[in-house]
């Protein structure tokens, strides 16, 4: 037999092997995901109590919702229109969802009463509307030719949807709905509202010219001292007596108005609050520059402040894209109101769980995304703060 090769060995000073020691490996369960699950979990007799009680809870629900939404649900019916057969979604009524309801009304939900045969129009609008979103939130497209694509694309979007032009059949405002009403109202009530918002933040600090301060502030507690359905009942009924006789006004631009005034003043308010949080240094370096009021404030001191007041502001944005949901009170269908009517018929009436997770899916894609996106701002405007 040959024997063993010998291992090598470190001599010391004295002219003595010293064995050699291999690096010593941390704990199993002091890292990766045991030692999380350790630390956060289960580092003490209550929380390890708490994690599972929490456990179960999550555990049978998962598997609830599965059971319904999935192993027992029924994904299509027969028939069609006023002839489709809902009584296999009756039968289980309880024990599991009936998804058939979303393959029948998905196009009434998502496009409302537009013609159906011209729905590829409202579609290609969306499309549109998540290009520019997409387009808009990267850094390197911020210049001012991101203006000049806004304008073009919002005026294919007229075109699309109103059409009378290029040979595409005139659709009356009446009949849009669902998914690019939400989407019109909330881009041009966010793309209106957060300027304004800016001027009168601005206003309400001026010390020069108290009557602008004064009006600034009668708006915005005014504002903020109503509900939103009353300012889109007094856009849709009381604004109306005001006008000369024979002048109208679009519902769904009174509708757009009293959203842009509802959120710029609570959005001024948000910016007022990151203008009082910049230090006072940054006014008075800038006066020292011999800045004019306009250059101080429009390369200094608002980009500072609108920083730090990012998470609200897309607080803000979240709620009021959500808030488009009441121009219900005026009668025009947006996507929440059109999957309510989706179920009105005979024979979906009971099946409104379905039709709203349907939309509540759609506005949490869209929020979340507006969530993420303030986030990663957030995270590389503050890169420069990090230690």
Known sequence: MTPPPAQSATLGANGMPVP??????????????????????????????????????????????ISWGVINAVWDVPGTGAQVDTSACRAIRGEG?????????????????????????????????????????????????????????????????WGGVFGLRFVEQERWGGLPITLILSTFGIAFAFPLSILVALGRRQTSMPAVK?????????????????????????????????????????????????????????????????????YEAADALGLSYWQKTGFIVLPQALRLVIPPLVNTFIGMFKDTSLVLIIGIFDLLNTAKTSIIEPAWQGFGIEAYLFVSAIYFVFCFAMSKYSQDLEAEFNRHRRR
């Open 20 to 65: 050699s020691e291999e690096p010593r490996r941390p704990p199993v369960l002091s890292v990766g995901l045991l030692g999380w699950l350790r630390a956060n979990l289960f580092s003490s007799w209550l929380n390890t109590a708490v994690t599972l009680v929490l456990a179960y809870f999550v555990i049978s629900w998962a598997l609830g919702l």
């Open 97 to 161: 969802a009936c998804w058939a309801l979303i393959g029948e009304k998905y196009r009434f939900i998502l496009f409302g009463l537009y013609p159906f045969d011209e729905q590829w129009r409202p579609a290609l609008v969306v499309v549109i509307f998540v290009a520019l979103y997409v387009v808009s939130a990267m850094r390197r497209f911020w210049n001012r030719w991101l203006g000049l694509v806004w304008i073009a694309a919002l005026t294919v979007i007229g075109v699309l949807m």
């Open 214 to 282: 004064a009006l600034c502030v009668v708006y915005i507690e005014l504002i903020r001292g109503v509900p939103l359905i009353s300012l889109l009942f007094m856009a849709s009924v009381m604004f109306p007596l005001f006008l000369p006789e024979g002048m109208n006004i679009d519902k769904l631009l009174r509708a757009q108005v009293a959203i842009i005034l509802f959120a710029a003043a609570y959005l001024a308010e948000v910016v007022r609050g990151g203008l009082q949080a910049l230090p006072r240094g940054q």
